[in-house]
């Protein structure tokens, strides 16, 4: 028996402030933008509360503690061997992203990366000015690696890489990721990994980080957070990692204001995370495994239309609703008739059609509430 992670009760999810509680109407249930609704971890809240209590609220200090704390985590938890001196902390994710594009692209560049896909994946290369080259995954979800030949045979600058890969929580194998590794230092391409969900790889799966790859550390920059497995989303920390000499030369091109925008909680808290954090991690890891089972049950049992692939890693299910006969967008339906709010599909790419993005990093209560009022949509 695993001792499951507790969620507060609904009126109490409510109260959030957060945009997942603060986008919908009280009697829509919300299982849209990646939060989820455990507590805190207990590191992560002392840490937290020691930091209010000392008035310790101006600007962050990343360096040292923040890379010693990742190299510690990614050493122990897939024997990855970083030096802590090539972890750059950055706002988010997102600003890490942007900010290697700005570096490795000069205006009108191609950057290539594979829907269906997190949306901001449409919206980082424009921002740095470069244009986009999508290479969709294959009909089995997976990376479509003659498509991404093709497509870097044409010289995009930059491919950006999703491992595990949102939405449909793929987990890219090594044989998969030496391959994309292989064409991108034929072609000349340069591979931002974006490894946010890389500690929620649930059990049954391994992840493979992209710098351990032999000659990858060459061509390919990764960018990590706690921010999704720990739900620090609001506190904007993420990290950018490299492993050779050219790649740290790039991220010390980084405009010198970057060190100023990274949240301090966001740092204090990441520190917490990747330092003291693990045995919740694994806690939370098996409540997912769970929530994803009864999911799998509940689909089966309420919305047998449904077709899904359970992921490996995240708390977000990639469900197929094109049997519904609901158009292109059956999240309007789960809405409109079921007053739950799903991620529509098409968000994610043109893959997306007839699809929609379950949140599942909840309560079994809220999934079996969820699952029961988008069958009586369905009805
Ligand atoms: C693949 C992926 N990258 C980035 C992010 C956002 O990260 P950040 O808030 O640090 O920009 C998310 C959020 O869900 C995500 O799924």
């Known amino acids: 028996m695993i001792r499951e992670l507790p969620v507060a009760p609904l009126a109490e999810l409510r109260g959030r402030r957060s945009a997942k509680w603060r986008t919908y109407p009280d009697d829509v249930l919300p299982l849209t933008v990646a ?3 455990f507590a805190l971890a207990p590191p992560v809240r002392d840490a937290l509360r020691a930091a209010v209590d000392a008035s310790d609220t101006g600007y962050s200090a990343a360096v040292p503690r923040l890379g010693k704390a990742y190299a510690g985590f990614a050493e122990g938890r897939w024997g990855w061997r970083v030096d802590p001196g090539a972890v750059t902390a950055v706002t988010d994710v997102g600003v890490g992203v942007v900010e290697l594009l700005r570096v490795f692209t000069r205006p009108g560049d191609v950057v290539a990366f594979s829907p269906p896909v997190y949306p901001p994946f449409f919206h980082w290369p424009p921002e740095a000015g470069a244009r986009m080259l999508e290479v969709p995954l294959t009909g089995e979800l997976r990376l479509d690696l003659g498509a991404i030949e093709s497509a870097f045979a044409t010289h995009p600058a930059v491919y950006v890489l ?14 998969e990721l030496a391959a994309l590794v292989r064409l991108a230092r034929v072609y000349g391409v340069t591979v931002i990994s974006d490894e946010i969900h890389a500690p929620l790889v649930l059990p049954g799966a391994t992840y493979t980080p992209l710098l ?22 609001g506190l904007k920390c993420a990290a950018v990692v490299t492993g050779s000499p050219a790649m740290a030369a790039a991220v010390d091109r980084f405009p010198p204001d970057v060190r100023w925008r990274t949240g301090h909680f966001g740092v204090v808290a990441s ?48 469900l197929d609703c094109t049997a519904l006969g609901a158009d292109d967008e059956p999240r309007e339906l789960f809405l409109d008739r079921g007053r739950v709010a799903l991620e529509p599909g098409l968000r ?7 699809h929609v993005r379950l949140n599942f990093g909840t309560g079994a209560e809220i999934i079996d509430e969820a699952t029961a009022r988008m069958a009586s949509a369905v009805g």
């Open 35 to 37: 939060e989820m609704d």
């Open 348 to 354: 994610f790419g043109a893959p997306g059609a007839g």
């Open 212 to 233: 351990t790859l032999p000659g990858a550390a060459e061509v390919a920059v990764s960018v990590v957070s706690a921010s999704k497995a720990w739900n620090l989303a």
């Open 162 to 175: 999703c491992n595990p890969h949102n939405p449909v929580g793929q987990v890219h194998t090594p044989d």
């Open 271 to 318: 520190i917490a995370a990747f330092t003291d954090g693990v045995p919740w991690l694994d806690r939370l890891l098996a409540t997912l495994d769970a929530r994803r089972t009864q999911l799998g049950d509940l689909l089966r049992e309420r919305l047998p239309g449904i077709r899904w692939r359970p992921p490996e890693a995240t708390y977000l299910a990639w």
